[in-house]
T-cell receptor, first 111, second 117 residues
Framework: QKEVEQDPGPLSVPEGAIVSLNCTYS??????FMWYRQYSRKGPELLMY????GNKEDGRFTAQVDKSSKYISLFIRDSQPSDSATYLC???????????FGSGTRLQVQP | GAVVSQHPSRVICKSGTSVKIECRSL??????MFWYRQFPKQSLMLMAT?????????EQGVEKDKFLINHASLTLSTLTVTSAHPEDSSFYIC?????????????FGPGTRLTVL
């Protein structure tokens, strides 16, 4: 079993839709939870990070972490064609400080 | 955010040759850098953790004699793929950790695409 599981997609939605991206993880030691966006042939860029459980909102993006169920979510409101990319969830434990990534979900927002 | 550069962005080499990839933190000092490998349509897999002034820590299954890592300064880490083979063809991405951030955020380079013929 992978430490972080993520549906690879692809996920295709019309412009303006609400997008829900999800991951599950297995290691209780993970304390930090991140979402990265990666455009084709580019390095990942950090979108959101959350420490422990809870919600965090930044513009059209909302990240949620439920540690009791080991579930991570990213919601994108009013999705735009420019949001088309691969979205990677990642976790980090406080000890090693290395990131463990999910497999990434490819998102396509149709104009 | 902080900027991390990688050079070269793309390299094509013959089987059996060695290739060096540089990772630089441009506006912050990074005592720790990470090297990842990403195959097409797959996620980033951590290869090794590079610590300035000491030996790198390799993940299980990564050959340290094949993937040589040197972190000689606080802003530069290099990955050398020795005796490259076609199966080493991949997208190599580095990241650098900024210790001044709240949770030591990692900033990623743009990646280096290696093709071994």
């Amino acid at each position: 079993q992978k430490e972080v599981e993520q549906d690879p997609g692809p996920l295709s939605v019309p412009e303006g839709a609400i997008v829900s991206l999800n991951c599950t993880y297995s290691n209780s030691a993970f304390q930090y939870f991140m979402w990265y966006r990666q455009y084709s042939r580019k390095g990942p860029e950090l979108l959101m990070y959350t420490y422990s459980s809870g919600n965090k909102e930044d513009g059209r993006f909302t990240a949620q972490v439920d540690k009791s169920s080991k579930y991570i979510s990213l919601f994108i409101r009013d999705s735009q064609p420019s949001d088309s990319a691969t979205y990677l969830c990642a976790t980090m434990d406080t000890g090693r400080r290395a990131l463990t990534f999910g497999s990434g979900t490819r998102l396509q927002v149709q104009p | 955010g902080a900027v991390v550069s990688q050079h070269p962005s793309r390299v094509i080499c013959k089987s059996g040759t060695s290739v060096k990839i540089e990772c630089r933190s441009l506006d912050f000092q990074a005592t720790t850098m990470f090297w990842y490998r990403q195959f097409p349509k797959q996620s980033l897999m951590l290869m090794a953790t590079s610590n300035e002034g000491s030996k790198a820590t390799y993940e299980q299954g990564v050959e340290k004699d094949k993937f040589l890592i040197n972190h000689a300064s606080l802003t530069l880490s290099t990955l050398t793929v020795t005796s490259a083979h076609p199966e080493d063809s991949s997208f190599y991405i580095c990241s650098a950790r900024d210790f001044s951030g709240a949770y030591n955020e990692q900033f990623f380079g743009p990646g280096t695409r290696l093709t071994v013929l």
